[in-house]
């Protein structure tokens, strides 16, 4: 079944202490992407990969990292977590097309975080 | 900057009568424009797109939309609401490699 996976769906995490949410695909997609969501605000880029070691920062980059080793991984890190990270996060991937414009995504199913 | 509006935060139609969220954008050129649903406590399911081409596309679950380049709108439509389309709505744009979302529209279905 074609699907993207993240891990863990709920973290209570604090102030500071470093933490990893993972994304996995199994689409063999290009483009990899994470977005935060909260309320009144939609869905707001954090980072994408088009493809291996390619990476760049969306809208709301500060505070997290993202790296691309594998086609099938995008791991989003937050080194220092703060309050103001407390969302629901989604990753997701897509296929491009030759003129690098993305294609529909598919989301995975959301990480709810809350730093205290 | 890049922007995406959508101007109605919640809206209430009975079940059975028609549905159009509105959805309007801010960019140079004509961007890929999506709408995608999300129920309650699941992610996001794309119901369709608009790259090119014919401005009046359909999508999966009864859904069409219009593109109307001299409004920059992407409004969504439904001729006939079901109480299963209760949900967040959001339009987005996919401009070259970056996405931008709307606010969302949430839709309630009353019996």
């Known amino acids: 079944e074609a699907q993207v996976t993240q891990n863990p769906r709920y973290l209570i995490t604090v102030t500071g202490k470093k933490l990893t949410v993972t994304c996995s695909q199994n689409?063999?997609?290009?483009?990899m992407s994470w977005y935060r969501q909260d309320p009144g605000l939609g869905l707001r880029q954090i980072y994408y990969?088009?493809?291996?070691?390619?990476?760049d920062k969306g809208d709301v980059p500060e505070g997290y990292k993202v790296s691309r080793k594998e086609k099938r991984n995008f791991p989003l890190i937050l080194e220092s977590p703060s309050p103001n990270q407390t969302s629901l996060y989604f990753c997701?991937?897509?296929?491009?097309?030759?003129?690098?414009?993305?294609?529909?995504?598919?989301f995975g199913p959301g990480t709810r975080l809350t730093v205290l | 900057a890049q922007s995406v509006t959508q101007p109605d935060i919640h809206i209430t139609v009975s079940e059975g009568a028609s549905l159009e969220l509105r959805c309007n954008y801010s960019y140079g050129a004509t961007p890929y424009l999506f709408w995608y649903v999300q129920s309650p406590g699941q992610g996001l399911q794309l119901l369709l797109k608009y790259f090119s081409g014919d401005t009046l596309v359909q999508g999966i679950k009864g859904f069409e939309a219009e593109f109307k380049r001299s409004q920059s709108s992407f409004n969504l439509r439904k001729p006939s609401v079901h109480w299963s389309d209760a949900a967040e709505y959001f339009c987005?744009?996919?401009?070259?490699?970056?996405?931008?979302f709307g606010s969302g529209t949430k839709l309630n279905v009353k019996p």
């Open positions: 987005a744009v996919g401009f070259f490699n970056k996405f931008y």
């Open positions: 997701a991937s897509s296929l491009t097309d030759r003129l690098a414009y993305t294609d529909t995504q598919y």
């Open positions: 990969s088009m493809n291996v070691e390619v990476t």
């Open positions: 689409m063999n997609h290009e483009y």
